[in-house]
């Protein structure tokens, strides 16, 4: 994801929550577990490119953030 304008926030499953600005490239692994979505009281405006995955689908949803999971962010 490279975020163009605002402020986003990544985790990946176990990890820190990060915050992204505008300028910033975040790499995540194919398979690899991942929320990411703009901080609070923000926008976030971002490009995002991806492989699919072998079996020709390309997104696996989660289940929704919970409100716990996001208030860790470090803003």
């Known amino acids: 994801m490279h975020v ?11 990890g820190d929550v ?9 790499w995540t ?3 690899k577990w991942h929320w990411h ?5 923000q926008f976030m405006v971002h490009t ?7 079996d020709g689908s390309e997104t696996t949803w989660g289940n929704l953030v919970t ?5 860790q962010q470090p803003v």
């Open 67 to 71: 409100d716990d999971e996001y208030g």
């Open 29 to 31: 692994p194919p398979g």
């Open 48 to 54: 995002a490119i991806w492989d699919g995955d072998p």
């Open 37 to 41: 979505g703009a901080a609070p009281d």
């Open 4 to 14: 163009t304008d605002g402020i986003e926030l990544v985790q990946s499953r176990g």
């Open 18 to 26: 990060v915050v992204i600005r505008p300028g910033d490239v975040i």
